[in-house]
């Protein structure tokens, strides 16, 4: 379930990046600059802290279905 949400982020955040990358002028001067600069950074943080949680999420445990587990007998002699 963590996984989808994890998807779901990084896509939404390389679809706003996207669609802002071609609006922002990085070489502006004063405030618009700066904003642009600093929301291009918090959007590059936010597609490697969702890339890096998918990649690195433990997987699923596989549920054993087929045989039940048999006890080993101890022979203490």
Avoid: D, H
């Avoid at 918090?42 to 039940?68: D, E, F, H, R, T």
């Amino acid at each position: 379930m963590k996984r989808n949400r994890y998807m779901l982020c990084l896509l939404l955040a390389a679809f706003m990046l996207y669609f802002a990358l071609p609006k922002f002028s990085i070489f502006a001067q004063g405030l618009e600059g700066i904003f642009a600069i600093s929301w291009l950074i918090l959007a590059l943080l936010v597609i490697a802290g969702n890339l890096s949680a998918l990649l690195y999420a433990p997987k699923g445990q596989k549920l054993n279905v087929g045989k039940p587990k048999q006890k080993r007998a101890r022979y203490l002699g």
